[in-house]
């Protein structure tokens, strides 16, 4: 694969930015990858793993010179890193970042950001319920979504080279606006995890009546719950801040729709939770028709690899 940019910096060393860079060196796609992360321990995990080329003391420092800067920092402290690296910024570079939330990232960093920069942020749509540099690995955004979230009046060769980028570490990718992002995201992932979250506190909650049985019988949908209730609650408390709007509307809906169920088991209406689950099952089998599983083994190897 070919160079994409010279020079990477890395602001917050976890589980994305780890598997970037691991991506990046499998891909070979950039040249010197720089790190930066508050907590000194991270830095010295990082140094010790050999998590970028090379790690440095701060924000600034690791982002001087660089042509691409990627925050990898929970969403709530987006805009302060912004503020700390603006003065240091490369003419001509482009940054970038892989928050889970859209609008409220894009109205914390853009304006602390010089003219002579490029704002493109993005979203890989792949994670998993570990956290810290030690969690990441090179095939994380394999055949996975990346959006990306290009701002009215974006240079479109900056947008193309990210673009690039993210398709090199593997990654599908799309364009999306974003407000449109946030309400999607609400929808598939925000709302999802704090469903998880409830669940899990309930059976916490029963814990004394059951005993540990609910560790020990959990069937496969609970146990997926207990792993997505693992995910880094720092991470999850700023998505939920700050996808406010979305979320609250999201969960308004299900939260009418958990009624009409949980009244239609009082009733014994079989035919309503019937019909309810016959739509619902087709929706995954929509999904898996039209081949739009990830997960699928054969997914996206047969469309990329010919
Ligand atoms: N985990 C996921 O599944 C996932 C998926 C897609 C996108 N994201 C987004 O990616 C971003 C990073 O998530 P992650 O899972 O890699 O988190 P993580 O907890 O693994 O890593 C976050 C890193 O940021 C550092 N950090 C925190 N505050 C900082 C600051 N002020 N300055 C410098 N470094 C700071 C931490 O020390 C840590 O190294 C978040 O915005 C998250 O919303 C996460
Ligand atoms: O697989 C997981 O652990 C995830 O929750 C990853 C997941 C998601 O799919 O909801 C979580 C947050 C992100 O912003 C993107 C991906």
């Known amino acids: 694969m070919t160079q994409i940019y010279d ?30 992360a508050r907590s000194a321990e991270t830095r010295n995990v990082a140094r010790e793993i050999g998590l970028c080329d090379r790690v ?23 805009g ?12 001509g570079a482009t940054v970038s970042d892989v928050g889970s939330v859209k609008r409220a990232v894009i109205d914390a960093v853009a304006p602390h950001l010089p003219d002579h920069v490029d704002f493109v942020p993005a979203h890989p749509l792949a994670g998993t319920e570990h956290s810290g540099p030690r969690s990441g690995f090179a095939e994380l955004f394999d055949y996975r979504f990346t959006l990306i979230v290009p701002q009215e009046g974006a240079d479109r060769a900056a947008v193309e080279r990210l673009t690039a980028l993210w398709q090199g570490m593997g990654a599908l990718t799309e364009e999306m606006e974003a407000d449109h992002h946030d309400l999607v995201l609400a929808v598939t992932s925000h709302a999802p995890h704090l469903i998880a979250y409830t669940m899990v506190g309930v059976a916490d909650d029963l814990r004394r009546v059951t005993d540990s049985e609910v560790i020990k ?27 406010k709007d979305a979320t609250l509307e999201i969960l308004g809906r299900f939260t009418e729709e958990l009624f009409a169920l949980q009244r239609a088991i009082r009733m014994e209406d079989g035919d309503h ?3 309810y689950f016959t739509r619902t099952r087709a929706i995954r089998r929509g999904i898996i028709e039209a081949g739009q599983d990830t997960d699928a083994p054969d997914f996206g190897r047969v469309k990329k690899g010919g």
């Open 56 to 78: 440095c003391e701060s924000a600034a420092e690791a982002v001087e010179g660089a042509d691409l800067v990627v925050l990898c920092v929970p969403v709530g402290v987006m």
């Open 217 to 243: 019988y959990s069937a496969a949908g609970f146990r997926d719950f207990t792993r997505i209730a693992a995910s880094d609650p720092t991470m999850w408390r700023d998505v939920f801040l700050n996808n």
């Open 273 to 275: 939770l019937h019909a």
């Open 80 to 91: 302060a890193v912004a503020a700390e690296i603006a003065p240091a910024l490369k003419p």
């Open 7 to 36: 020079r990477v910096a890395l602001i917050g060393l976890g589980l994305i930015a780890s598997s970037m860079f691991w991506a990046m060196k499998r891909g070979g796609l950039a040249g010197e990858v720089t790190g930066f």
